[in-house]
């Protein structure tokens, strides 16, 4: 993959802020089970399995997710700079009042407090902290990457996330630690499509040293240059806010960046930090809302966005992960949709009829995979199990009993699609996989003429080895249809699967 210092378009930033929001929710799941574990070594598979000291279930988020929301949530609504830290306030005391099964030591105290006594919680935590001066947990960082998905000026940005952090943890380690990963949070997702190596993961946190204290420049300094030379394994005492932090930059810089598809090193990074042991799940969530913000949402795995679920409140409805992704792509919009309606929207199949009239169109891929275009959907449904979108769909377009992924693939060019060669391959060993598990399986676009028979042809390419070319001609044949220029050229950079490098 060719890397430019130019800007990202718009659409790259969109992915990158809901890849904030994702990747960090499905760090949290994948680290639940080995929370306060030992390390594990490099050769433990990690998936989403669930368990753990609480029972997680698979795919489960935790309290790290759960504040996260009140954040989120409010974001979503369009809350107003002004309205946030209060709005923050009410949720984070709501979410206690639901009686959540995780609850970290610092956020406990200041929240049951609050609720007990009826004072803010600026004034409890205030008091809270008088009495343990020395108290500097990771429970405000793990919660605050959402506030870099705001477009403020860096200082109020650095204002928002110091009173943000200060309704629970008003130590300055706490609040200077969420500054400086919130900022590089924000910057992350607007600066140019270079690729991040090691140093330079460094200087994009190192960068918002100016937005602190004078005097607490060079010990943050010297903290952040201790990443570069100290494996993440060393910050096994993550549970204080700047180890924690410590170990998330050093998983992101000692974690190798795949030279074939490298927004892989979102997983690996992630992975890296779920293996340093001790608070895995917020180490690990604090890596992805970086890795996420520079990776995007696309290069989220789709085996870990299928398990992906959790909690607001216990008061709540379950949320699924395709709904956090919703309510992310809101945040990072003001609290607005897209022009026609998307994320909330509950039908776009009216649209489609009125802009893309065509007939019902599907093809038998291969057992178990029926390929075409919307239209076809309706009828497609009493026959599967499993939909994977290539296009934006409503919010009821597929029924809740139904499995449902919307796929970010745009067919607009490739700058929009920086992680082309990723999202091709694991949609198509997605659908494999799900085939293999029984599923049957219906992929489509909207019209099913470009991205449609891209997926078919990588689908072709990475289960059955075919050559690409050849691929690309038999999905042509089978759909009547080639793949736009781009998406053709990225079928042609990838291999039958388990060759990549």
Known sequence: MTTTSSAPSENVQRDRAVGAVLASAAGDALGAPHEFGPPLAADVVLEMTGGGSLAWEPGEWTDDTQTTLAILGPLAKGAAQGQLVDEVEQQLLRWMESRPRDVGGQTLAVLSEALRSGKSLTEVTSTWQMLHPDAAGNGSLMRTGPLGLLDLPRHDLANLAASVSALTHASDDAAEACILWSDAINRSISTPTTTPQGRGWIDLVADGITLLPPAHGELWRVRLEACGTTVPEEFIH??????????????????????????????????RAVRVGGDTD?????????????????????????????????????????ELEGLARLAGNRGETDSIGWPVIESLIPYYQKHFPAEASTVQLDEGVTVGNVHALVDQIPRTDVVVSLCRMGRMDVPDHLEHHVVGLIDTGRADNPNLEFVLADTADFVADRVAAGRQVFVHCVMAESRTPAIAAAYLVRTHGCNPGEALQQAAHAIGSRPRTFLAEGVMNLAPRGRQA
């Open 238 to 271: 993550n549970g204080w806010v700047v180890a924690a932090l410590q170990a998330a930059l050093s998983s992101l810089i000692h974690t190798e960046v795949p030279q074939d598809q490298p927004c892989r090193h979102l997983r690996l990074a992630v992975e």
């Open 282 to 322: 917020t180490v690990a969530a604090i890596t992805g809302s970086l890795a996420g913000a520079r990776w995007g949402a696309s290069a989220v795995p789709l085996e870990w966005r299928r398990q992906l679920h959790g909690r607001s409140t216990y008061a709540d409805p379950v949320l699924r992960g395709f």
